[in-house]
């Protein structure tokens, strides 16, 4: 237990020396938390602060860090690239982007051709460019509560607070609500905002708009786990073909942690165009874009007025591009060995979680896919946003995720974030967990 201003000493230091360089001190500032913690290392389910502590981690970096931190079998392939000259790129083809481009076609039907970027969000980008182009549209459709990268067309809508949002709109949409400054109202007015699960809006806004794409991350994992009801991920699919746009999956988040495809897979539901990145490469940043040839191939069309641009000097760098190979290849192991492991621990949390939260809260419940898992603490799982922020107790949440930090256990401290078990957590890890959650609770109960 460690929760003085003492024991967070060292990272005071660095905050304070970044501070003088970086706004903020620290780079994304999605990083900024309180308690302001400097991390120096990970290994395995584990990471370290600067002033010592060990945690077992369930943030993974929000999310990419699939079979654990330093995976070696990963690193060595990294390792391999570096120490037999293969880090040369720019010039042309390689091999290594060959191998991992046949890997992800040969392993995911609906994916025929495919690009490769650094960053999920450049993928995001490059998918709704592409989804315009093709269908020579401009309108699309984003959904409230899901978070698709940092460009102008998707940073809005994710935590959009209750008094901001106002009632409950369907059918209809939701005002874009910027998360960033600098988007042009112009721009704003081409994005429509809609709830997870609500397919009648999506219609109203294909009656009202020509829409070229919708985007959509198949589970919300961005606001904790908001499953898609049965029949929603069909549904979309369904009026991509009535009206005509593209239908992108964004499986940055659920891509690669729920099965080698993604949630598609599970969910039977082919789209036009998918994104994924994070557990892609086990926490080197590599994101991929792909989906059905006709479409890529406007990559190359052979009019250059319809060609789309995607040229970068990183994209493919063979470091990330190993790395997910390494990664593709060790997720196919053993018959799917990865995937039964963090099944097994999943199912083991959330059975603990209930248990504990059964007896002392009256409004809990554990949502879970696989590794990934959020608990709320409501009477049942939150089938959209709205629904979440009129129901959730944030500040429960927010005090559970505090206290486990003195205690050795990272969840992201702010409320409704996904956590995430990795494949080098073991049985012991969830029940050290489990028993510190038990004392949390009870603890912020009492007081
Ligand atoms: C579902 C989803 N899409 C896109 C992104 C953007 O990816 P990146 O942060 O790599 O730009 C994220 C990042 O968290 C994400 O969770």
């Known amino acids: 237990m460690h929760n003085s201003v003492d024991q967070y000493r060292e990272s005071a230091r660095i905050f304070e020396h970044n501070r003088k360089y970086i706004p903020g001190g620290v780079i994304s500032v999605n990083r900024a938390t ?189 606001v904790g786990i908001i499953k898609p009801e049965p029949g929603y991920l069909k549904g979309l699919r369904a009026l991509a073909d009535r009206y005509g746009f593209v239908l992108i999956f964004d499986e940055v988040k659920t891509g690669f942690r729920h099965t080698l495809g993604g949630y598609a897979a599970l969910a039977g539901v082919t789209p036009d165009l998918v994104v994924y990145g994070k557990a892609v490469a086990n926490g080197y940043p590599i994101a991929v874009l792909g989906g059905k040839k006709h479409l890529m191939d406007w990559f190359v069309h052979p009019d250059p007025a319809k060609r789309v641009l995607l040229a970068s000097t990183y994209n493919a760098h063979p470091v990330p591009t190993a790395a997910a190979i390494a990664t593709l290849e060790r997720l196919l192991m053993n018959d799917g060995e990865v995937y039964r492991h963090v099944e097994a621990l999943g199912e083991r949390m959330e059975q603990g979680v209930l248990a504990i939260l059964q007896k002392s809260c009256e409004k809990a419940v554990v949502a ?66 489990l028993r510190q959650l038990k004392i949390c609770i009870n603890d912020i109960l009492r007081k």
């Open 34 to 222: 309180q308690p302001e913690i400097a991390f120096v290392k990970g290994s395995g389910a584990y990471i370290w602060d600067a002033d010592g502590h060990r945690y077992i981690d369930y943030h993974a970096a929000f999310a990419p860090c699939f079979l654990g931190h330093n995976d070696p079998y990963v690193n060595e392939a990294v390792t391999r690239v570096m120490r037999d000259g293969l880090s040369l790129f720019g010039s042309g083809t390689t091999p290594l982007e060959g191998r991992l481009a046949e890997l992800n076609c040969k392993h995911i039907p609906w994916v025929e051709s495919v690009q490769f970027l650094n960053t999920g969000s450049e993928a995001t980008y490059q998918a709704l460019r592409l989804a315009r182009a093709v269908t020579g549209r401009d309108h699309l459709i984003v959904i409230q509560g899901g978070y698709n990268g940092w460009h102008n067309d998707v940073e809005c809508n994710l935590m959009t607070p209750l008094q901001q949002l106002g009632a409950r709109v369907s059918p209809g949409e939701y005002p874009f609500r910027p998360i960033s400054a600098g988007i042009p109202l112009e721009h704003q007015k081409l994005v429509h905002i809609v709830n997870f699960n609500d397919l009648a809006s999506v219609e109203y806004v294909c009656q009202n708009y020509a829409v070229a794409g919708l985007i959509v991350e198949p589970i919300l994992q961005n």
């Open 368 to 433: 879970r896919q696989g590794s990934a898992f959020c608990i709320y603490f409501m009477d049942h799982c939150p089938k959209d946003w709205h629904d979440l922020a009129a129901n959730h107790n944030f500040d429960l949440d927010n005090k559970m995720r505090q206290e486990l930090i003195p205690r050795g256990v990272y969840f992201f401290p702010m409320a409704t974030k996904q956590c995430s078990i990795s494949f080098a957590h073991s049985a012991d890890d969830i029940d050290q967990t």
